[in-house]
Protein backbone atom coordinates (compact mmCIF):
# COMPACT_ATOMS: atom_id res chain seq x y z
CA UNK A 1 0.00 0.00 0.00
CA UNK A 2 1.67 2.89 -1.28
CA UNK A 3 -0.68 6.48 -0.26
CA UNK A 4 -0.99 9.62 1.72
CA UNK A 5 -3.95 11.71 0.67
CA UNK A 6 -5.09 15.50 1.83
CA UNK A 7 -8.95 15.80 1.57
CA UNK A 8 -9.60 18.91 3.08
CA UNK A 9 -10.02 20.76 0.11
CA UNK A 10 -11.83 18.29 -2.49
CA UNK A 11 -12.57 19.62 -5.63
CA UNK A 12 -16.07 19.05 -7.32
CA UNK A 13 -17.02 15.34 -8.59
CA UNK A 14 -17.83 16.45 -12.09
CA UNK A 15 -14.36 17.39 -12.72
CA UNK A 16 -12.47 14.25 -11.36
CA UNK A 17 -15.27 12.48 -13.31
CA UNK A 18 -14.56 14.55 -16.89
CA UNK A 19 -11.22 13.31 -16.17
CA UNK A 20 -10.91 10.07 -14.74
CA UNK A 21 -13.86 8.34 -16.06
CA UNK A 22 -15.49 10.01 -19.50
CA UNK A 23 -13.79 9.96 -22.86
CA UNK A 24 -13.52 13.59 -23.00
CA UNK A 25 -10.07 15.49 -23.50
CA UNK A 26 -8.47 15.51 -19.66
CA UNK A 27 -8.09 19.17 -17.78
CA UNK A 28 -5.08 20.27 -16.53
CA UNK A 29 -3.40 18.13 -14.14
CA UNK A 30 -2.88 20.21 -11.19
CA UNK A 31 -7.09 20.14 -11.55
CA UNK A 32 -7.30 16.47 -11.24
CA UNK A 33 -5.58 15.69 -7.62
CA UNK A 34 -6.27 18.28 -5.85
CA UNK A 35 -8.53 16.27 -4.12
CA UNK A 36 -5.55 14.15 -3.18
CA UNK A 37 -2.27 13.82 -2.16
CA UNK A 38 -0.25 11.41 -3.56
CA UNK A 39 3.00 9.40 -1.77
CA UNK A 40 5.30 6.51 -2.85
CA UNK A 41 5.80 3.70 -0.49
CA UNK A 42 8.99 5.44 0.63
CA UNK A 43 8.43 7.92 3.66
CA UNK A 44 10.30 11.25 2.84
CA UNK A 45 10.18 14.58 5.39
CA UNK A 46 7.94 16.21 2.62
CA UNK A 47 5.25 14.77 1.45
CA UNK A 48 5.58 15.37 -2.73
CA UNK A 49 3.15 17.66 -3.86
CA UNK A 50 0.00 16.61 -5.92
CA UNK A 51 0.88 18.71 -8.22
CA UNK A 52 4.14 18.12 -8.93
CA UNK A 53 3.83 14.69 -9.29
CA UNK A 54 0.78 15.29 -11.53
CA UNK A 55 2.26 17.61 -14.44
CA UNK A 56 3.96 15.44 -17.00
CA UNK A 57 7.47 15.89 -17.64
CA UNK A 58 8.79 19.40 -19.55
CA UNK A 59 9.12 17.23 -22.69
CA UNK A 60 5.28 16.62 -22.74
CA UNK A 61 4.61 20.31 -22.44
CA UNK A 62 4.05 23.41 -25.01
CA UNK A 63 6.90 25.39 -24.77
CA UNK A 64 4.27 27.88 -23.40
CA UNK A 65 3.40 26.52 -20.20
CA UNK A 66 7.34 27.11 -19.15
CA UNK A 67 7.81 30.40 -17.30
CA UNK A 68 7.27 33.22 -20.18
CA UNK A 69 10.22 34.90 -18.48
CA UNK A 70 12.72 32.28 -19.45
CA UNK A 71 14.57 33.11 -22.71
CA UNK A 72 13.59 31.01 -25.96
CA UNK A 73 16.88 28.76 -26.20
CA UNK A 74 16.46 28.34 -22.91
CA UNK A 75 13.27 26.82 -23.29
CA UNK A 76 13.88 25.00 -26.35
CA UNK A 77 16.83 23.61 -24.10
CA UNK A 78 14.70 22.24 -21.42
CA UNK A 79 11.53 20.81 -23.48
CA UNK A 80 13.92 18.88 -25.64
CA UNK A 81 16.38 17.96 -22.87
CA UNK A 82 15.73 14.41 -23.82
CA UNK A 83 17.50 14.65 -26.58
CA UNK A 84 20.84 16.53 -24.28
CA UNK A 85 20.27 13.14 -21.86
CA UNK A 86 20.64 10.50 -25.24
CA UNK A 87 24.24 12.27 -26.11
CA UNK A 88 26.59 11.16 -23.16
CA UNK A 89 25.62 7.42 -23.44
CA UNK A 90 26.86 7.65 -27.27
CA UNK A 91 29.16 4.98 -27.22
CA UNK A 92 31.98 7.61 -28.63
CA UNK A 93 31.57 10.01 -25.57
CA UNK A 94 31.28 7.52 -23.11
CA UNK A 95 34.83 6.17 -24.12
CA UNK A 96 36.26 9.44 -24.83
CA UNK A 97 35.01 9.94 -21.18
CA UNK A 98 36.73 7.34 -20.29
CA UNK A 99 39.81 8.19 -21.74
CA UNK A 100 40.54 4.99 -23.63
CA UNK A 101 38.81 5.71 -27.29
CA UNK A 102 40.93 4.16 -29.70
CA UNK A 103 43.14 7.33 -31.38
CA UNK A 104 41.95 5.98 -35.19
CA UNK A 105 38.40 6.55 -33.86
CA UNK A 106 39.76 10.05 -32.92
CA UNK A 107 41.21 10.96 -35.72
CA UNK A 108 38.36 9.75 -37.72
CA UNK A 109 35.65 11.97 -35.30
CA UNK A 110 38.11 15.18 -35.69
CA UNK A 111 38.39 14.71 -39.67
CA UNK A 112 34.56 15.24 -40.08
CA UNK A 113 34.22 17.78 -37.28
CA UNK A 114 36.32 19.95 -39.31
CA UNK A 115 33.48 19.65 -42.14
CA UNK A 116 31.38 20.63 -39.63
CA UNK A 117 32.83 23.36 -38.27
CA UNK A 118 33.16 25.15 -41.57
CA UNK A 119 29.48 24.90 -42.88
CA UNK A 120 28.84 26.51 -39.27
CA UNK A 121 31.44 29.19 -40.44
CA UNK A 122 29.66 29.58 -43.42
CA UNK A 123 26.03 29.88 -41.84
CA UNK A 124 27.45 32.28 -39.68
CA UNK A 125 28.24 34.48 -42.44
CA UNK A 126 25.12 33.82 -43.79
CA UNK A 127 23.17 35.29 -40.86
CA UNK A 128 25.50 38.53 -40.20
CA UNK A 129 24.43 39.41 -43.80
CA UNK A 130 20.69 38.89 -42.86
CA UNK A 131 21.13 40.61 -39.55
CA UNK A 132 19.95 44.31 -39.99
CA UNK A 133 21.15 45.34 -35.83
CA UNK A 134 25.02 46.35 -35.78
CA UNK A 135 25.40 44.54 -32.32
CA UNK A 136 23.76 41.50 -33.62
CA UNK A 137 25.94 42.08 -37.03
CA UNK A 138 29.31 42.09 -34.45
CA UNK A 139 27.71 38.99 -32.24
CA UNK A 140 27.75 37.57 -34.97
CA UNK A 141 31.40 37.80 -36.40
CA UNK A 142 32.59 37.20 -32.50
CA UNK A 143 31.44 34.00 -32.90
CA UNK A 144 32.13 33.44 -36.22
CA UNK A 145 35.99 34.20 -35.31
CA UNK A 146 35.17 31.34 -32.30
CA UNK A 147 34.33 28.80 -34.52
CA UNK A 148 37.66 29.69 -37.07
CA UNK A 149 39.50 29.32 -33.64
CA UNK A 150 38.20 26.19 -32.91
CA UNK A 151 39.41 24.65 -36.44
CA UNK A 152 42.87 26.32 -35.40
CA UNK A 153 42.05 24.20 -32.50
CA UNK A 154 41.75 20.84 -34.53
CA UNK A 155 44.61 21.13 -36.63
CA UNK A 156 46.82 21.39 -33.16
CA UNK A 157 45.09 17.78 -32.76
CA UNK A 158 46.52 16.97 -36.24
CA UNK A 159 49.87 18.17 -35.35
CA UNK A 160 49.80 16.05 -32.00
CA UNK A 161 47.98 12.73 -33.56
CA UNK A 162 49.83 12.74 -36.54
CA UNK A 163 46.37 12.36 -38.98
CA UNK A 164 45.30 14.47 -41.94
CA UNK A 165 41.84 15.43 -41.60
CA UNK A 166 42.03 15.88 -45.12
CA UNK A 167 42.86 12.46 -45.94
CA UNK A 168 40.48 10.39 -43.30
CA UNK A 169 38.23 9.30 -45.28
CA UNK A 170 34.45 10.82 -46.77
CA UNK A 171 32.25 12.61 -44.99
CA UNK A 172 29.70 10.36 -43.30
CA UNK A 173 26.28 10.49 -43.84
CA UNK A 174 25.01 11.80 -40.00
CA UNK A 175 27.90 15.06 -41.09
CA UNK A 176 26.11 15.63 -44.08
CA UNK A 177 22.87 15.93 -43.00
CA UNK A 178 23.64 17.84 -40.11
CA UNK A 179 25.55 20.43 -42.86
CA UNK A 180 23.18 20.33 -45.24
CA UNK A 181 20.25 20.83 -43.04
CA UNK A 182 21.99 24.08 -41.69
CA UNK A 183 23.68 25.78 -45.13
CA UNK A 184 19.96 24.94 -46.27
CA UNK A 185 18.34 27.12 -43.54
CA UNK A 186 20.98 29.81 -44.05
CA UNK A 187 19.98 29.83 -47.31
CA UNK A 188 16.86 30.63 -47.06
CA UNK A 189 15.22 27.23 -48.19
CA UNK A 190 12.84 26.91 -44.90
CA UNK A 191 9.00 27.10 -45.65
CA UNK A 192 7.68 30.07 -46.28
CA UNK A 193 11.26 32.15 -46.91
CA UNK A 194 12.43 34.17 -49.43
CA UNK A 195 16.07 33.13 -50.22
CA UNK A 196 18.95 36.01 -49.26
CA UNK A 197 18.96 37.67 -52.57
CA UNK A 198 14.93 38.36 -52.83
CA UNK A 199 14.38 39.60 -48.83
CA UNK A 200 13.24 42.68 -49.16
CA UNK A 201 12.81 44.13 -45.86
CA UNK A 202 14.49 44.56 -42.47
CA UNK A 203 12.45 42.19 -40.94
CA UNK A 204 12.39 39.53 -43.43
CA UNK A 205 16.13 39.65 -42.75
CA UNK A 206 16.57 39.44 -39.51
CA UNK A 207 13.64 35.90 -39.34
CA UNK A 208 15.78 34.59 -41.77
CA UNK A 209 19.25 35.21 -39.09
CA UNK A 210 16.49 33.85 -36.46
CA UNK A 211 16.14 30.55 -38.36
CA UNK A 212 19.93 30.14 -38.91
CA UNK A 213 20.35 30.34 -35.31
CA UNK A 214 17.63 28.23 -34.35
CA UNK A 215 20.24 25.79 -35.75
CA UNK A 216 23.04 26.14 -35.10
CA UNK A 217 22.06 26.60 -30.98
CA UNK A 218 21.55 23.31 -29.60
CA UNK A 219 24.77 22.24 -30.52
CA UNK A 220 26.48 25.12 -29.30
CA UNK A 221 24.17 24.06 -26.15
CA UNK A 222 25.31 20.64 -26.43
CA UNK A 223 28.95 20.91 -26.45
CA UNK A 224 28.84 22.91 -23.65
CA UNK A 225 26.81 20.46 -21.66
CA UNK A 226 29.24 17.56 -22.66
CA UNK A 227 31.79 19.76 -22.22
CA UNK A 228 31.17 20.25 -18.33
CA UNK A 229 29.85 16.85 -17.93
CA UNK A 230 32.84 15.09 -18.43
CA UNK A 231 35.72 17.84 -17.26
CA UNK A 232 33.39 16.55 -14.12
CA UNK A 233 34.74 13.84 -14.32
CA UNK A 234 38.39 14.36 -15.13
CA UNK A 235 40.45 12.68 -12.33
CA UNK A 236 42.55 15.74 -11.32
CA UNK A 237 45.55 13.73 -10.64
CA UNK A 238 45.41 11.62 -13.89
CA UNK A 239 47.20 13.59 -16.04
CA UNK A 240 47.49 11.34 -19.14
CA UNK A 241 44.12 11.63 -20.07
CA UNK A 242 44.59 11.64 -23.65
CA UNK A 243 41.49 13.81 -24.59
CA UNK A 244 41.92 16.11 -22.02
CA UNK A 245 42.81 19.24 -23.99
CA UNK A 246 39.49 18.13 -25.94
CA UNK A 247 37.57 18.11 -22.52
CA UNK A 248 38.94 21.37 -21.25
CA UNK A 249 38.00 23.23 -24.57
CA UNK A 250 34.24 22.78 -24.43
CA UNK A 251 34.00 23.41 -20.96
CA UNK A 252 36.36 26.12 -20.44
CA UNK A 253 34.82 29.82 -19.53
CA UNK A 254 34.92 31.34 -23.11
CA UNK A 255 33.50 28.32 -25.06
CA UNK A 256 30.50 28.57 -22.31
CA UNK A 257 30.53 32.12 -23.00
CA UNK A 258 30.23 31.60 -26.46
CA UNK A 259 27.25 28.95 -25.99
CA UNK A 260 25.04 31.61 -24.21
CA UNK A 261 26.43 34.34 -26.34
CA UNK A 262 24.43 32.19 -29.26
CA UNK A 263 21.27 31.47 -27.22
CA UNK A 264 20.92 35.31 -26.14
CA UNK A 265 21.35 36.22 -29.98
CA UNK A 266 18.89 33.47 -30.54
CA UNK A 267 16.34 35.08 -28.02
CA UNK A 268 17.38 38.79 -29.35
CA UNK A 269 16.63 38.20 -33.44
CA UNK A 270 13.08 36.09 -32.37
CA UNK A 271 11.55 38.85 -30.16
CA UNK A 272 9.19 40.26 -32.80
CA UNK A 273 8.61 36.91 -34.40
CA UNK A 274 5.16 36.14 -34.63
CA UNK A 275 3.73 32.68 -32.97
CA UNK A 276 3.58 30.80 -36.30
CA UNK A 277 7.30 31.81 -36.94
CA UNK A 278 8.95 30.49 -33.34
CA UNK A 279 6.63 27.89 -34.24
CA UNK A 280 9.08 27.41 -37.22
CA UNK A 281 12.23 27.41 -34.94
CA UNK A 282 10.79 25.29 -32.68
CA UNK A 283 10.77 22.31 -35.48
CA UNK A 284 14.38 23.60 -36.63
CA UNK A 285 16.12 23.57 -33.13
CA UNK A 286 14.62 20.52 -32.60
CA UNK A 287 15.69 18.85 -35.73
CA UNK A 288 19.08 19.94 -35.67
CA UNK A 289 19.03 18.96 -31.97
CA UNK A 290 18.40 15.23 -33.79
CA UNK A 291 20.72 15.97 -36.09
CA UNK A 292 23.64 16.65 -33.71
CA UNK A 293 23.19 13.10 -31.48
CA UNK A 294 22.73 10.90 -34.60
CA UNK A 295 26.33 12.82 -35.64
CA UNK A 296 27.83 11.83 -32.05
CA UNK A 297 26.43 7.99 -32.72
CA UNK A 298 27.04 7.77 -35.87
CA UNK A 299 31.14 7.83 -35.06
CA UNK A 300 32.74 4.19 -35.75
CA UNK A 301 33.16 2.82 -32.26
CA UNK A 302 35.13 -0.87 -33.10
CA UNK A 303 35.59 -1.16 -29.27
CA UNK A 304 34.09 -3.12 -26.85
CA UNK A 305 31.95 -0.96 -24.62
CA UNK A 306 29.50 -0.91 -21.91
CA UNK A 307 26.36 0.61 -23.86
CA UNK A 308 24.64 0.26 -25.44
CA UNK A 309 23.56 -3.29 -23.07
CA UNK A 310 22.40 -4.82 -25.95
CA UNK A 311 25.08 -3.94 -27.92
CA UNK A 312 26.43 -7.76 -27.99
CA UNK A 313 23.28 -8.91 -27.34
CA UNK A 314 22.86 -12.82 -28.94
CA UNK A 315 19.17 -13.95 -29.18
CA UNK A 316 20.19 -17.47 -29.68
CA UNK A 317 21.94 -17.49 -26.70
CA UNK A 318 21.02 -14.24 -24.50
CA UNK A 319 17.87 -13.53 -22.70
CA UNK A 320 17.56 -10.05 -21.16
CA UNK A 321 14.83 -9.82 -18.19
CA UNK A 322 13.59 -6.43 -17.45
CA UNK A 323 11.79 -6.42 -14.08
CA UNK A 324 10.03 -2.97 -13.32
CA UNK A 325 7.87 -1.16 -10.62
CA UNK A 326 4.63 0.79 -11.77
CA UNK A 327 3.68 3.43 -8.88
CA UNK A 328 6.37 6.61 -9.52
CA UNK A 329 8.67 4.25 -11.06
CA UNK A 330 6.33 4.66 -14.70
CA UNK A 331 3.85 6.68 -13.58
CA UNK A 332 3.31 10.29 -12.69
CA UNK A 333 1.21 9.72 -9.51
CA UNK A 334 0.22 6.86 -7.82
CA UNK A 335 -1.91 4.20 -8.27
CA UNK A 336 -3.91 4.31 -4.90
CA UNK A 337 -4.45 7.76 -5.58
CA UNK A 338 -6.47 7.13 -8.43
CA UNK A 339 -8.94 4.40 -6.99
CA UNK A 340 -9.12 6.61 -4.13
CA UNK A 341 -10.72 9.32 -5.89
CA UNK A 342 -12.74 6.66 -8.47
CA UNK A 343 -13.89 5.32 -5.15
CA UNK A 344 -15.53 9.20 -3.68
CA UNK A 345 -16.45 10.88 -6.78
CA UNK A 346 -18.47 7.45 -7.97
CA UNK A 347 -20.02 7.08 -3.77
CA UNK A 348 -23.59 7.72 -3.25
CA UNK A 349 -24.16 10.91 -1.59
CA UNK A 350 -25.69 10.47 2.33
CA UNK A 351 -29.13 11.27 0.94
CA UNK A 352 -29.52 8.94 -2.00
CA UNK A 353 -30.87 5.47 -1.01
CA UNK A 354 -29.04 2.95 -2.93
CA UNK A 355 -31.81 -0.24 -4.52
CA UNK A 356 -31.41 -3.68 -2.98
CA UNK A 357 -29.22 -5.20 -5.53
CA UNK A 358 -26.56 -2.39 -5.42
CA UNK A 359 -23.45 -3.40 -2.73
CA UNK A 360 -23.88 -1.14 0.28
CA UNK A 361 -21.65 1.39 0.20
CA UNK A 362 -20.44 4.61 2.16
CA UNK A 363 -21.41 8.06 1.52
CA UNK A 364 -18.80 10.43 -0.35
CA UNK A 365 -18.13 12.03 2.41
CA UNK A 366 -17.77 9.19 4.91
CA UNK A 367 -15.44 7.84 2.29
CA UNK A 368 -13.57 10.99 2.49
CA UNK A 369 -13.18 11.28 6.09
CA UNK A 370 -12.20 7.26 6.31
CA UNK A 371 -9.59 7.81 3.59
CA UNK A 372 -7.75 10.86 5.63
CA UNK A 373 -7.86 8.77 8.88
CA UNK A 374 -6.21 5.54 6.70
CA UNK A 375 -4.03 7.57 5.18
CA UNK A 376 -2.84 9.69 8.18
CA UNK A 377 -1.68 6.16 10.30
CA UNK A 378 -0.54 4.80 6.96
CA UNK A 379 2.09 7.38 6.98
CA UNK A 380 2.66 7.77 10.81
CA UNK A 381 3.15 4.57 11.24
CA UNK A 382 5.40 3.81 8.20
CA UNK A 383 7.85 6.56 9.31
CA UNK A 384 7.70 4.95 12.35
CA UNK A 385 8.69 1.37 11.07
CA UNK A 386 11.53 2.82 9.16
CA UNK A 387 13.16 4.65 12.09
CA UNK A 388 12.91 1.45 13.85
CA UNK A 389 14.76 -0.94 11.10
CA UNK A 390 17.79 1.83 10.83
CA UNK A 391 21.21 0.51 12.03
CA UNK A 392 22.68 2.33 15.12
CA UNK A 393 25.73 3.32 13.11
CA UNK A 394 26.25 3.39 8.93
CA UNK A 395 28.36 0.40 7.83
CA UNK A 396 30.69 -0.54 5.30
CA UNK A 397 30.38 -2.53 2.51
CA UNK A 398 26.33 -4.63 2.02
CA UNK A 399 25.17 -6.12 4.67
CA UNK A 400 21.97 -8.26 2.42
CA UNK A 401 21.39 -10.62 5.64
CA UNK A 402 20.75 -7.92 7.79
CA UNK A 403 18.81 -5.67 5.28
CA UNK A 404 16.25 -8.81 4.58
CA UNK A 405 15.55 -9.13 8.50
CA UNK A 406 14.77 -5.06 8.67
CA UNK A 407 12.40 -5.31 5.64
CA UNK A 408 10.45 -8.31 7.36
CA UNK A 409 9.24 -5.64 9.50
CA UNK A 410 8.20 -3.21 6.98
CA UNK A 411 6.75 -5.94 5.34
CA UNK A 412 4.76 -6.95 8.12
CA UNK A 413 3.60 -3.52 8.14
CA UNK A 414 2.22 -3.32 4.52
CA UNK A 415 0.19 -6.26 4.54
CA UNK A 416 -1.60 -5.12 8.26
CA UNK A 417 -2.06 -1.29 6.63
CA UNK A 418 -3.74 -3.32 3.48
CA UNK A 419 -5.75 -5.53 6.05
CA UNK A 420 -6.98 -1.87 7.28
CA UNK A 421 -8.07 -1.11 4.04
CA UNK A 422 -9.91 -4.21 3.00
CA UNK A 423 -11.62 -3.85 6.44
CA UNK A 424 -13.25 -0.31 6.30
CA UNK A 425 -14.82 -1.05 2.31
CA UNK A 426 -13.33 2.06 1.00
CA UNK A 427 -12.63 -0.16 -2.09
CA UNK A 428 -15.97 -1.88 -2.34
CA UNK A 429 -18.67 -0.63 -5.18
CA UNK A 430 -15.68 0.40 -8.00
CA UNK A 431 -16.91 -0.13 -11.55
CA UNK A 432 -15.08 -2.15 -13.77
CA UNK A 433 -15.50 0.71 -16.81
CA UNK A 434 -14.46 3.36 -14.30
CA UNK A 435 -11.28 1.59 -13.78
CA UNK A 436 -10.29 0.84 -16.67
CA UNK A 437 -10.89 4.37 -17.96
CA UNK A 438 -8.85 5.57 -15.44
CA UNK A 439 -5.68 3.69 -16.25
CA UNK A 440 -6.17 4.30 -20.09
CA UNK A 441 -5.90 8.13 -19.02
CA UNK A 442 -3.59 7.61 -16.28
CA UNK A 443 -0.24 9.78 -16.93
CA UNK A 444 3.02 8.09 -17.45
CA UNK A 445 6.73 8.96 -16.64
CA UNK A 446 7.87 10.48 -20.04
CA UNK A 447 9.84 8.12 -22.27
CA UNK A 448 8.46 4.89 -20.25
CA UNK A 449 5.73 3.54 -22.54
CA UNK A 450 7.82 4.03 -25.51
CA UNK A 451 11.20 2.31 -23.77
CA UNK A 452 8.98 -0.87 -22.88
CA UNK A 453 7.52 -0.68 -26.97
CA UNK A 454 10.79 -0.88 -27.94
CA UNK A 455 11.25 -3.97 -26.05
CA UNK A 456 8.81 -6.05 -27.30
CA UNK A 457 8.66 -4.88 -30.81
CA UNK A 458 12.57 -5.63 -31.24
CA UNK A 459 12.44 -8.94 -33.43
CA UNK A 460 16.16 -9.12 -32.88
CA UNK A 461 16.04 -8.88 -28.77
CA UNK A 462 15.11 -11.97 -26.94
CA UNK A 463 13.67 -10.66 -23.73
CA UNK A 464 10.60 -10.78 -21.15
CA UNK A 465 9.17 -7.83 -19.16
CA UNK A 466 7.71 -8.33 -15.18
CA UNK A 467 6.12 -5.49 -13.37
CA UNK A 468 6.45 -5.99 -9.67
CA UNK A 469 3.79 -3.82 -8.22
CA UNK A 470 1.85 -3.29 -4.66
CA UNK A 471 -0.96 -1.77 -7.10
CA UNK A 472 -4.15 -3.08 -5.49
CA UNK A 473 -5.82 -3.77 -8.87
CA UNK A 474 -3.84 -4.92 -11.92
CA UNK A 475 -6.72 -4.25 -14.29
CA UNK A 476 -5.68 -0.65 -13.96
CA UNK A 477 -1.80 -1.53 -14.55
CA UNK A 478 -3.44 -2.96 -17.28
CA UNK A 479 -4.87 -0.45 -18.85
CA UNK A 480 -2.78 2.19 -18.34
CA UNK A 481 -0.71 0.06 -20.83
CA UNK A 482 -3.09 -0.76 -23.35
CA UNK A 483 -3.54 2.50 -25.38
CA UNK A 484 0.25 1.73 -26.22
CA UNK A 485 -0.37 -1.53 -27.81
CA UNK A 486 1.58 -3.14 -25.03
CA UNK A 487 -0.31 -6.27 -24.05
CA UNK A 488 3.02 -8.52 -23.71
CA UNK A 489 4.01 -7.31 -20.32
CA UNK A 490 3.88 -9.16 -17.52
CA UNK A 491 1.74 -7.74 -14.37
CA UNK A 492 2.19 -9.24 -11.22
CA UNK A 493 0.53 -7.77 -8.57
CA UNK A 494 -2.65 -7.52 -6.53
CA UNK A 495 -6.22 -8.10 -7.87
CA UNK A 496 -9.71 -6.28 -7.11
CA UNK A 497 -12.28 -8.94 -6.86
CA UNK A 498 -15.63 -8.14 -8.88
CA UNK A 499 -19.59 -9.22 -8.84
CA UNK A 500 -21.12 -8.10 -12.22
CA UNK A 501 -18.11 -5.25 -12.99
CA UNK A 502 -18.38 -3.75 -9.55
CA UNK A 503 -15.63 -4.38 -6.91
CA UNK A 504 -16.44 -6.46 -3.93
CA UNK A 505 -13.83 -4.19 -1.26
CA UNK A 506 -11.80 -7.86 -1.34
CA UNK A 507 -7.96 -8.02 -2.68
CA UNK A 508 -6.58 -11.26 -3.89
CA UNK A 509 -3.27 -10.48 -2.32
CA UNK A 510 -0.28 -11.51 -4.32
CA UNK A 511 2.59 -8.51 -3.76
CA UNK A 512 1.89 -6.66 -0.94
CA UNK A 513 5.17 -6.15 0.82
CA UNK A 514 9.25 -5.90 0.02
CA UNK A 515 9.74 -9.85 0.17
CA UNK A 516 6.62 -10.67 -1.28
CA UNK A 517 8.53 -8.95 -4.64
CA UNK A 518 12.00 -10.56 -3.94
CA UNK A 519 10.29 -13.76 -3.97
CA UNK A 520 8.43 -13.08 -6.99
CA UNK A 521 11.44 -11.85 -8.56
CA UNK A 522 13.15 -15.02 -7.72
CA UNK A 523 10.26 -17.34 -8.74
CA UNK A 524 10.65 -15.07 -12.50
CA UNK A 525 14.33 -15.74 -12.69
CA UNK A 526 14.52 -19.37 -11.65
CA UNK A 527 11.69 -20.21 -14.23
CA UNK A 528 13.39 -19.00 -16.83
CA UNK A 529 15.02 -21.97 -19.19
CA UNK A 530 18.54 -22.41 -18.79
CA UNK A 531 18.96 -22.64 -23.06
CA UNK A 532 20.24 -18.90 -22.47
CA UNK A 533 22.49 -16.62 -20.52
CA UNK A 534 19.92 -14.43 -18.36
CA UNK A 535 21.03 -10.83 -17.58
CA UNK A 536 18.22 -9.40 -15.10
CA UNK A 537 17.67 -5.35 -14.59
CA UNK A 538 15.03 -3.86 -12.03
CA UNK A 539 14.17 -0.61 -12.13
CA UNK A 540 12.33 1.02 -8.84
CA UNK A 541 12.08 4.36 -6.84
CA UNK A 542 11.16 2.92 -3.65
CA UNK A 543 12.09 1.05 -0.45
CA UNK A 544 9.86 -1.83 -1.44
CA UNK A 545 12.38 -2.50 -4.69
CA UNK A 546 15.25 -2.10 -2.35
CA UNK A 547 15.97 -5.89 -2.57
CA UNK A 548 15.08 -6.46 -5.86
CA UNK A 549 17.45 -3.71 -6.73
CA UNK A 550 20.43 -5.08 -5.01
CA UNK A 551 19.36 -8.92 -6.66
CA UNK A 552 19.39 -7.89 -10.01
CA UNK A 553 22.34 -7.88 -12.13
CA UNK A 554 21.77 -4.11 -12.78
CA UNK A 555 20.05 -2.08 -10.49
CA UNK A 556 18.10 0.85 -11.49
CA UNK A 557 16.75 3.94 -8.96
CA UNK A 558 14.93 6.30 -10.83
CA UNK A 559 14.12 9.69 -9.15
CA UNK A 560 15.22 10.26 -5.55
CA UNK A 561 13.09 8.96 -3.06
CA UNK A 562 15.45 10.01 -0.13
CA UNK A 563 13.82 7.16 2.67
CA UNK A 564 15.28 4.62 -0.03
CA UNK A 565 18.34 6.33 -0.33
CA UNK A 566 18.94 6.84 3.68
CA UNK A 567 17.96 2.98 4.25
CA UNK A 568 20.28 1.45 1.60
CA UNK A 569 23.03 3.98 3.06
CA UNK A 570 22.60 2.80 6.06
CA UNK A 571 23.17 -1.06 5.16
CA UNK A 572 26.15 -0.55 2.91
CA UNK A 573 24.15 0.48 -0.97
CA UNK A 574 25.84 2.61 -2.80
CA UNK A 575 24.18 5.17 -5.08
CA UNK A 576 25.83 5.70 -8.49
CA UNK A 577 25.00 8.19 -11.07
CA UNK A 578 24.54 5.93 -14.16
CA UNK A 579 26.64 7.52 -16.99
CA UNK A 580 29.61 8.03 -14.30
CA UNK A 581 28.91 5.00 -13.46
CA UNK A 582 29.21 3.68 -16.73
CA UNK A 583 32.70 5.49 -17.37
CA UNK A 584 34.01 4.12 -14.27
CA UNK A 585 33.09 0.61 -16.08
CA UNK A 586 34.30 1.71 -19.56
CA UNK A 587 37.93 1.56 -17.83
CA UNK A 588 37.88 -1.39 -16.63
CA UNK A 589 36.55 -3.15 -19.61
CA UNK A 590 39.45 -1.73 -21.82
CA UNK A 591 41.82 -2.49 -18.57
CA UNK A 592 40.96 -6.04 -18.81
CA UNK A 593 39.25 -5.53 -14.98
CA UNK A 594 36.29 -5.59 -16.76
CA UNK A 595 33.90 -8.09 -14.91
CA UNK A 596 30.26 -8.75 -16.55
CA UNK A 597 27.11 -7.46 -14.48
CA UNK A 598 26.21 -9.34 -11.73
CA UNK A 599 23.53 -8.91 -8.40
CA UNK A 600 24.84 -8.33 -4.76
CA UNK A 601 27.42 -6.26 -5.57
CA UNK A 602 25.94 -3.67 -3.47
CA UNK A 603 26.32 -0.35 -6.18
CA UNK A 604 23.00 0.52 -7.57
CA UNK A 605 22.75 3.27 -10.69
CA UNK A 606 20.63 6.34 -10.46
CA UNK A 607 19.02 7.81 -13.16
CA UNK A 608 16.29 11.11 -13.86
CA UNK A 609 14.45 9.57 -16.34
CA UNK A 610 13.32 7.30 -18.74
CA UNK A 611 15.59 8.63 -21.19
CA UNK A 612 19.07 7.51 -19.83
CA UNK A 613 17.54 4.14 -19.46
CA UNK A 614 16.62 3.93 -22.58
CA UNK A 615 19.64 5.15 -23.69
CA UNK A 616 22.13 2.87 -21.91
CA UNK A 617 20.08 -0.56 -22.66
CA UNK A 618 19.17 0.55 -26.30
CA UNK A 619 21.61 3.23 -27.47
CA UNK A 620 20.47 6.43 -28.97
Request: glycine share 6%; net charge negative; hydrophobic share 40%.
Amino acid sequence: MRFLFSLKNPIKPALCLSTLLSSTPAPPPHARLSLLRSHSGSFDSAPRSPISMAIPPLTAMSVAAVDSEVGLAERFWIKFRRESVLAPYAPFVLCLASGNLRIETFRHYIAQDVHFLRAFAQAYELAGECADDDDAKISISNLRKAVLEELKMHDSFVQEWGSDHGKEGTVNSATVKYTDFLLATASGKVEGVKGPGKLATPFERTKLAAYTLGAMTPCMRLYAFLGKELKALLDVHEGSHPYRKWIENYSSVSFQASAVQTEDLLDKLSVSLTGEELDIIEKLYHQAMKLEIEFFSAQPVVQPTVAPLTKEHNPVEDRLIIFSDFDLTCTVVDSSAILAEIAIVTAPKSDKIESENQLARMSSADLRNTWGLLSQQYTEEYEQCIESIMLPEKVDGLKYEALCKALEQLSDFEKRANDRVIESGVLKGLNFEDIKRAGERLILQDGCTAFFQKIVKNVNLTANVHLLSYCWCGDLIRSAFSSGDLHELNIHANEFTFKESISTGEIVKKVESPLDKLEAFKNISNDCSNDRKNLTVYIGDSVGDLLCLLEADIGIVIGSSSSLRRVGNQFGVSFVPLFPGLVKKQKDYVEGRFSSWKGLSGTLYTVSSWAEIHAFIFGC
